[in-house]
């Protein structure tokens, strides 16, 4: 069940083996290729049942008519108005928790440590009803600074486990190198430890990008209209006026799904290497 | 150290100096503490608290007692939840193996493997609600591709998502895609780091197949099963975006996670009984628990190894 | 929706004339609501006369997504209320007059001899004596059917059930659904429900059910699934995961014979190719002769949040809107019958005249609709029922068992 490495097997292995890849491929996005397909159909197809078949034109003006008859433009601009703030608060607080947590030894480090990260475990409903009473109290409902402050709250956990491991990492010689040189601690933050961090910084960035990009919970619970909702909760509500019109649902979906797509291979190197933390030891 | 050396000289011992060290750690916790336990801790205190409720989040909150639980078990669609949660987790465990199938298959070094490493992890990250709305597509009725597929072998069309038996099965499908995608690049990157010497080795000592996965390569690989494990677990659990957008708990309720019924009796169209919601939440908080503190076991575990 | 500023083109006017002043004393009256595309340009149009006469006041429209806004108003009453929003009457307003979140707006029904011109709706507006609200559409509900479908099979049009379930027969040689329905969003089937439990047990008896009076194991209620049972078979399959404008097609594609539906549908037959000479409209038939014809007709209305800012514009506005000239002119554009006995009905469009003929003469009585009739809650495991049975026609008592343990907690 552990293939040798393909180098060293027959031509013949090898040649099935690429063929294998694009199959394999092809079936494995099978659904996001007629998703793709079916974005780039005319209406008229789906009306007259032509729904595999050959698309009778390349419709690409359906992502045209997306933008002019919703407010797909809105709903993009609100995501980025929670994810973009979210990133940065949550890169702020958790630079900090996990220099905290990770270079001092202090009564109490291990509690709060696992605090954050058994926090980042929890069920969302669990927090839902206090939460959305909070963001009202606070007269952030509706609004896309609630929606961030919540999630900066709760990604912070998250990236605090990140930041901390790697932060552990480090060489320590080096801080106590500074120490003995008398430089002040939050120095050693600023000048020693935050330019060692950049990768880790990256790395975060990315993955709560998608993350936050890609939430609807919090979306459906936080916010209700279209002012303010991003593009998750706006597609889903379009779906419900979009009855009969998968091509326009589809042409949304990618759409709205561009945004992630584009971040993770433009940063594919960082984003794995978020996602994987921990996956080797 | 050029850094230090370009730094001011050492001041004067004054308090601050003297107590920095200790004092550091606790100024910078102190915003990410406070907004945690703002956003995270307190809240999970009232939703406890809001259990032994009941309030519709317009009146005045009246209490219960227990009766929100006691009501719990004579509720057959909180039942149902339950039901389709542990299928839900049943289920989803496949994500670790079929993760690991293919980022076996795919751990080769020929031209464009890493496209390909690539397109496979894709649909993770698209988001549950893209990929919900695909599935519902692939499943529909009289139109959906698989529908379609269905009627052609068998002359006649199955619509999963009409189906209170097939319903839940359907939507698990479609999570499994991207679940299985996040397994996979955890154990790609496990693959990564197997040493190969080893592997040579067992070869030639005649290892091959199922032993040779079992004995040499997953226990290499265990901290990648470890992770694999345990997002499966939460992402399991957390399962209301696909439920959400497939079928809304539908057909008549059969496929209700304990996650949407929360939200469903909480803050929905029929809902706002926020106490009874409050207490499916602290169900679904206690299956979680246990989970988590096993996690957290072994994560202690590890770390006192470590130091 | 974005909120939609009619009045931009006239503001920026005024301001070029008078400097900034004019758009500093303009006085904002936010409306939340959840109109469809169509009723949405008829109300904006509505809004720009309105800001005509009242050339201070600055209506800000923002428009929710129908399903969306049901939930979303829970939300924004308590935490940020408009000046103005839309709801519906009966029951379904209940919960917010009893939590205070809707403001007693009598004073405009006795300041406008509302209680005349909207007599026929006022007692679904009036709870504990006082008005609570604006209606400004109807519509009957009813039987809608593909004319050449009846055509292709030679059936007739029935009058009675057991006429309507023998064409079913006829319907089901040709492959076509005798009734059509798509239950993915639950209430279509609740439509079904209140005819068959109308045309079975009366209107007295529905009222009695709905407001939790009456068990739902009683033998009325058996009786009323006892005539489902009949058309269960006959019904289009997997409607539980079809929507209903969906299965809408398939009756526009000639697939399907029958639909109950309300007549917002049309619009919807119309854009899948219908006409009015394919399109066709009947009362539901006659089930027990002896009972007396009621309809169902819900009823839209408009309502000012307890907590608004604006509270006089918005009363004159409510004013505005309960008057029989806008009542005349939204509903020509909604397709739908106006409240106001001053009003005119748009007698070019059969639907609408046969609504109005249907719903002027009921002599039994009219229903909201079965989720605006019953308690929330209720509604919700009742609507899911009704699928299930439609499903699987035999979990019917394990059904009605459910309803009525619920029905007990709930009307304690």
Known sequence: MFPRPIAQTTVAKRALYQIALPIALVIWLFPLLGVALTSLRPASDLASGNYFGMPSAIAWWNYLDVFRNTDMERYIFNSFKVTIPTVIGTLVLSTMTGFALGIYKFKGNILIFFMFVAGNFVPFQILMVPVRDLTAGMGLYNTTTGLALFHIAFQTGFCTLFMRNFISALPRELIEAARVEGVAEWQIFWYIVLPLMRPAIAALSVLIFTFIWNDFFWATVLTTSASTQPVTAGLSSLNGQWIAAWHLVSAGSIIAAMPPVLMFFLMQKHFIAGLTLGAVK | ?307 | MLPTKRSAGLALTIALLAGTSAIAQQRVLNYYADFDAAPLAAMEALIADFEAANPDVDVVLQNFDHEGYKTAIRNFLTTDAPDLANWYAGNRMAPFVEAGQFMDVSDVWADNDLGTSLASAAASMTMDGKQWGVPYTYYQWGIYYNKSAYEQVGATVPTTWDEFVANCELFKAADIDCLTTGTSALWPGAGIFDYLNLRTNGYDYHMALTSGETPWTDDGVRATFAEWAKVQPYITENHAAIDWQDAAALMAQGKAANYVMGNFAVAVFKEGGMTNDTLGFMAFPTINPDVVRAEEAPTDTIHIPAGATNVDDAKTFLAYMASADAQTKLNAALGQLPINAGSTVASDDPFISAGFELLSTTPGGIAQFFDRDANAEMAKLGMEGFQEFMVIPGNLDAILDRLETARQRIYK
């Open chain 2, 1 to 307: 150290m050029a850094v230090a050396a370009a730094l001011p000289e050492k001041r004067s011992r004054s308090w601050w100096a003297q107590n920095q060290q200790t004092l550091t750690p606790w100024l910078f916790l102190a915003p990410g503490m406070a907004m945690f336990a703002l956003y995270v801790i307190w809240p999970i205190f009232a939703s406890f608290r809001l259990s032994f409720y009941d309030y519709d989040g317009l009146g005045k909150e009246v209490w219960l007692g227990l009766d929100n639980y006691r009501e719990l078990w004579s509720d057959p669609a909180f039942v149902t939840s339950l039901k389709n949660n542990v299928i839900w987790l049943v289920m989803y465990m496949l994500a670790v193996p079929a993760g690991l199938g293919i980022a076996i298959f795919l751990n080769q070094t020929v031209r464009g493997i890493r496209i390909y490493k690539s397109l496979f992890f894709f649909p993770f990250v698209i988001s549950q609600v893209v990929v919900g709305l695909m599935f519902a597509w692939f499943y529909a009725p009289n139109f959906g591709l698989l529908y379609k597929l269905i009627e052609m072998v068998t002359g006649k069309g199955i619509a999963v998502l009409a189906d209170p038996n097939l319903a839940t099965y359907g939507i698990i499908v479609a999570g499994l895609w991207p679940q299985i995608a996040y397994c996979m690049i955890l154990y790609l990157t496990g693959l990564n780091n197997v040493a190969p010497d080893q592997v040579e080795a067992a070869r030639l000592d005649g290892a091959k197949g199922l032993r040779m996965l079992w004995y040499v390569i997953l226990p290499q690989l265990r901290p990648a099963t470890f992770i694999a494990v345990v997002v499966t677990v939460i992402g399991a659990l957390r399962s209301f975006d696909l439920v959400s957008i497939m079928t809304n708990g539908g057909p008549f309720g059969s496929t209700r996670v304990l996650s949407y019924y929360m939200y469903e009796k909480a803050l929905s169209e029929y809902g706002f009984r926020m106490g009874y919601g409050a207490a499916i939440a602290v169900v679904l908080f206690a299956i979680m628990m246990i989970f988590i503190s096993g996690f957290i076991t072994k994560m202690i575990r590890d770390e006192r190894g470590v130091r």
